[in-house]
């Protein structure tokens, strides 16, 4: 057997068997009945709720009564799919979203392959597959999961584009990013950044203008049903959630900076938030507006205090491992051990960034300061970084086996 084909075959046992250990890992988490299965929060109630009333044919409604656009779309309309299937909706649900895990290692092992060769392309899927919170998520019900599968999409979609400048790539990758805003609100402003960031990476010519230009034409029109249905049922002409207001107004809150540790239980006891948020938040556009408009109060009157707080949740939320906060009060020392190869990850990823070329960096870049401004509005979770997780181990990769000195392109 000659030396390539010893180097593809190993390439193949590797990924294969990385691809198997987030379905190992969700049996067993299933089996046990650890907490991050299934129902985990309010959030996965919620979705469910939106879910089986789709299915139940009542629409997109939370009560079965009236419209809401309390959850963006896409994975309420995933979970009514998927319960159309035979079984146990719940049980059919995490089985199929076991497998978003073993996709995004079999792509982000693809991409590695093709542009720094097999031996990262094998640290990339090892890499992937013993992240554990990528798996976890996967097993909930939660958006989360199925926004890193779209991500991971995405961003093979966009460096390819940076390659090959194809049209059809800035079709597809501006129709996915619209579908990535349908899952969650912060696929709304990656779409809005694409059209600078493919300009940067196609060499900031006219033509990379217009590939951009066609990727925001393409993702509106992917984004447009959902508005128009939300301007005939609500009478708002918008494609974004009711529950963004309350999001803001939880992570510019001072108490963002003084107890993160409990997310944000504590803020949705206070007088305030009671009276702001009057009999169903969710449900209401009003209370979303109010909590908007509270936020902005705060901002205007304390930018200083609000930067601050903002500044102090990105390097909380980027530098700890998701699902471990609760050991911050209980075993602080355990904690503080555990952030290390967090941040190992995220110093790396740089140093891999650095040695890529545009159309790997510029996307990149894209995914992690939308990732960013999105913590530093917003409530304090490193939930919100797990979907960015497999395109940093990628870049870790990158940065470990990449000789000193060296760039590609």
């Known amino acids: 057997m000659s030396p390539g084909h010893r180097c593809k075959r190993s390439l193949t046992i590797v990924v294969a068997a990385a691809m198997a250990v987030p379905i190992a890992t969700n049996l ?26 789709l299915s139940s044919g009542k629409g997109y409604s939370y009560d079965g009564e009236r419209p809401t656009r309390m959850r963006q779309p896409a994975y309420p309309l995933f979970l ?45 899927a090892a890499l992937v597959a013993v992240y554990a919170p990528l798996s976890l998520i996967s097993n909930a019900i939660l958006a989360d999961g199925l926004y890193a599968l779209l991500l991971a999409l995405v961003y ?14 800035a079709l597809g990758l501006g129709g996915l990013l619209g579908v990535l805003a349908l899952t969650k609100p912060a696929g709304l402003p990656l779409l809005l950044v694409m059209p600078v ?11 990379a203008a217009l590939l951009g230009t066609l990727g925001l034409i393409a993702g509106f029109a ?10 005939v049922a609500t009478g708002q002409l ?11 107004w939880d992570g510019v809150h001072p108490w963002m900076y003084s107890m993160w540790s409990d997310y944000v239980e504590p803020l949705h006891r206070t007088e305030q938030f009671l009276r702001l948020a009057g009999d169903d938040y969710y449900l209401s556009a009003e209370a979303s507006r109010r909590f908007h408009k509270a936020a902005l109060d705060r901002i205007a009157t304390d930018p200083w205090g609000v930067t601050k707080i903002g500044l102090f949740k990105v390097a909380m939320v980027f530098t700890y491992v998701p699902g471990t906060r609760p050991l911050a009060r209980s075993h602080p020392v355990l904690f503080g051990l555990l952030r290390i190869p967090q941040i190992a990850i995220l110093v790396l990823a740089v140093w891999g960034a650095i040695r890529s070329p545009s159309y790997i960096w510029a996307p990149a870049l894209s995914v992690l300061l939308v990732t960013a401004a999105g913590c530093f509005l917003g409530p304090a979770t ?7 997780m497999p395109l940093a181990l990628l870049l870790t990769a990158v940065a470990v086996l990449r000789p000193a000195g060296s760039r590609l392109g």
């Open 28 to 53: 067993l988490v299933s089996a046990a009945h650890i907490r991050y299965s299934g129902i985990v929060s309010r959030d996965s109630t919620e979705y469910w709720r939106l879910a089986e009333n």
């Open 80 to 124: 009514a799919l998927v319960g159309l299937l035979p079984g146990d909706g719940m049980l059919t649900t995490r089985l199929v979203q076991t497998l978003f895990t073993s996709v995004i290692i079999g792509l982000f092992a693809t991409l590695a392959a093709r542009e720094f060769g097999p031996k990262t392309a094998m640290l990339t």
């Open 156 to 169: 093979a979609i966009w460096v390819r584009l940076g390659e090959t400048g194809a049209t059809k790539a």
């Open 197 to 207: 960031a493919v300009w940067l990476q196609t060499g900031g010519s006219r033509r």
């Open 222 to 231: 992917v984004l447009s049903p959902w508005a128009i249905r939300n301007w």
């Open 238 to 248: 918008t494609v974004t959630s009711t529950d963004t207001g309350a999001a803001l």
């Open 382 to 388: 490193a939930r919100y970084i797990i979907p960015i």
